[in-house]
């Protein structure tokens, strides 16, 4: 396999798609090499964009040689090419016949979580954290569901999962949850951190913004949140930004 793969990502690269499926054609004749082939022409055609074809290799790949990698490349082209709840019942379909999968698993979590299919997310999460209960990502993930309909257990969860990973991401659940629960003092290291090492993401931003106006720093929330309303980005706390930003400025 390692060999086919190399031929093919070196065509690839020297003579572009086509000629890497015409090698990947030619060496397909020879039976010997059509198990060390599979999910090539799938990942061939995604290098080029063309997410329907790739989704359909895949799928032609994965009915001749069930295999968990080809399953998630196979979900993730249905994904690319728009087609979200394709990708979530074959990962479902997977996960009947291979339920320990968690890899599977947490790719029809991020599905349902995209999805805001956030019942069917929290079951899921809840059946990872059971097989892997230090899984740092099904930990945060299920302190924010928790958090939305205000179960106490999300900040049990939160600072677990920020103690096996402190990341920025989950430094911002943590951070959030502190905030809303009166605590903006002890959120804002860890708001300051997910925020300088995520500057691009408007919902951090404005976490920060608002653990600083409630810790006192309104002058530092208001230049935060001025470029934040008046941009483009788009985020589900765009309007709490705004009347945030109403608010401190009429101080």
Do not use: C
Request: charged share 25%; glycine share 6%; aromatic share 4%.
């Amino acid at each position: 396999p390692a060999l086919v793969q190399t031929l093919i990502g070196v065509d690839l690269h020297d003579g572009g798609p086509e000629r890497a499926l015409a090698t990947l054609a030619e060496l397909q004749r020879d039976s010997r090499n059509i198990a060390a082939s599979r999910g090539l022409k799938g990942d061939i055609l995604m290098t080029t964009n063309r997410f329907a074809e790739a989704a359909e290799a895949y799928m032609e790949d994965l009915r001749a040689q069930p295999r968990p990698d080809i399953v998630l490349r196979a979900a993730n082209a249905l994904n690319a090419a728009g087609r979200g709840a394709d990708a979530s019942r074959l990962l479902n379909e997977w996960l009947t016949t291979s339920p320990d999968d968690m890899n599977a698993r947490m790719a029809l979590i991020s599905n349902d979580l995209a999805g805001r299919r956030y019942p069917e997310a929290e079951k899921q999460l809840e059946t990872v954290l059971e097989k892997q209960p230090n899984n740092a990502i099904a930990l945060n993930n299920l302190a924010w569901l928790y958090h939305q309909r205000n179960d106490p257990r999300a900040r049990t969860l939160a600072q677990k999962a920020w103690l096996l990973a402190p990341t920025a991401h989950i430094s911002d659940t943590l951070g959030w949850i502190l905030t809303t629960q009166g605590e903006a003092v002890l959120a804002l290291p860890l708001l300051r951190q997910a925020a300088r090492e995520l500057p691009g993401e408007a919902a951090i931003q404005y976490h920060l913004a608002m653990a600083l106006s409630e810790a006192g720093s309104r002058d530092e929330a208001v230049g935060i949140l001025r470029p934040l309303v008046a941009g483009s980005a788009t985020f589900d706390e765009r309007e709490e930004a705004g009347r945030l930003l109403e608010r401190l400025s009429r101080r």
